[in-house]
């Protein structure tokens, strides 16, 4: 299993944790992760990062596919990767319908069909193996459609990039995860629980299935963010994750359109679920936070002394995951982690 270190996206101010990413690629952390919302994007603090490290891979988790038409993707992929040694992990999601229709104004549409299509586009692109043309249900490259000036031409990146550049994908839905699996090098679920990898095994599976050619985990990355916090007091470290579980599972999306809150009901906590969203959405964020279950989080975070740590780890590392992308702001943990796990 390898270590993946989550730095995330800004809060109100802008800010990197060089001394946590140097630390971690000093202990043999394959990769970093950046992050976007509607704040800060994902590529511009990658780079700054790229700029003051050597080794470690430099991941986005993730660039949100409605932000950006194919193309642009395409090239902000290969000039990153070609500036710091090929070092660029291209990870993708469809966001939800609040920020795409909310922030970037576009239509929702159908996500999945546009994940396809998206990394079949890139997919080309970055190939070079002819002047890339594509007409789809989402994406028609050269454009064709109203207003067209009827002068557009298929072209040929100038840049020559990396054929087998990584995508991943962001997935939890079921459709979703089959998508993933078809399509993509690797996928996150947001949390996930290493005793049940049944939640998403018979959607992986399928969509190996419809990909082909051997596809399989062999080569398919499970790399899901695993937040953790190393103290004694094992309360207040479940307390530190609580808020994020509660912002997902009821805020992050309208009532019956959250899917982190289907995702929770299907891990097995469909009560918890329901008074959060409901907590949240009235307003109550501590309410929302305390029905947070205690087994939730120990289930899908690494929390407590390091003892506990130690043996939810080995847990882990007997589970399918292939990278754990680890969430904390401690230096501690990375430092506990990386011993356990490297």
């Known amino acids: 299993m390898r270590l993946g270190l989550t730095v995330g996206y800004s809060g109100r101010g802008m800010g990197m944790p060089v001394d946590l990413i140097l630390e971690a690629e000093r202990l043999g952390f394959d990769s970093v992760w950046t992050a976007e919302a509607y704040g800060s994007d994902a590529i511009t603090p ?42 660029f992990i291209l990870g993708l999601g469809p966001s939800g319908p609040q920020v795409v229709e909310g922030w970037h104004g576009v239509r929702y549409g159908k996500p999945l069909a546009r994940t396809r299509e998206y990394i079949q586009i890139i997919r080309s692109i970055l190939k070079r193996e002819k002047p890339v043309e594509f007409h789809g249900e989402e994406y028609d490259l050269p454009y064709t459609g109203a207003g067209a ?26 459709a979703g995860v089959k998508t993933a699996a078809e399509v993509a090098d690797g996928f996150f679920p947001i949390w996930m629980s290493p005793e049940k ?30 937040t953790c916090v190393v103290g004694d007091d094992l309360e207040k470290c479940r307390s530190a994750v609580k808020p994020m579980l509660a912002l997902y599972i009821g805020g992050m999306g309208a ?57 939810r780890v080995a847990v ?27």
């Open 255 to 311: 009532r019956g359109k959250n899917f982190y809150n289907d995702y929770a009901k299907r891990l097995g906590y469909e009560e918890a679920a329901v008074r959060v969203q409901d907590a949240f959405l009235a307003g109550d964020r501590g309410a929302a936070v305390a029905a947070v279950p205690d087994a939730l989080v120990d289930e899908v975070a690494l929390v407590g002394p390091r003892e506990r740590i130690r043996d």
């Open 197 to 226: 990898w049944s939640v998403f095994a018979p959607c992986v599976e399928e969509g190996f299935k419809k990909a082909g050619g051997g596809k399989s985990l062999a080569n398919f990355d499970v790399a899901p963010f695993v």
């Open 149 to 174: 000036t009827g002068v557009g031409k298929p072209l040929k990146s100038i840049l020559h990039g990396r054929a087998d550049l990584p995508i991943y994908t962001a997935a939890i839905s079921p």
């Open 46 to 87: 990658l780079a700054w990062v790229g700029a003051q490290t050597t080794r470690i891979r430099l991941g986005t988790a993730i660039m949100q596919i409605p932000a950006r038409t194919p193309a642009m993707c395409a090239m902000t992929a290969m000039t990153l990767d070609a500036l710091s040694g090929g070092r």
């Open 316 to 342: 882990w590392k007997a589970s399918p995951v292939g990278t754990m992308c680890l969430g904390t702001s401690q230096l501690e943990a990375v430092r506990t982690v990386a011993e356990l796990v490297l």
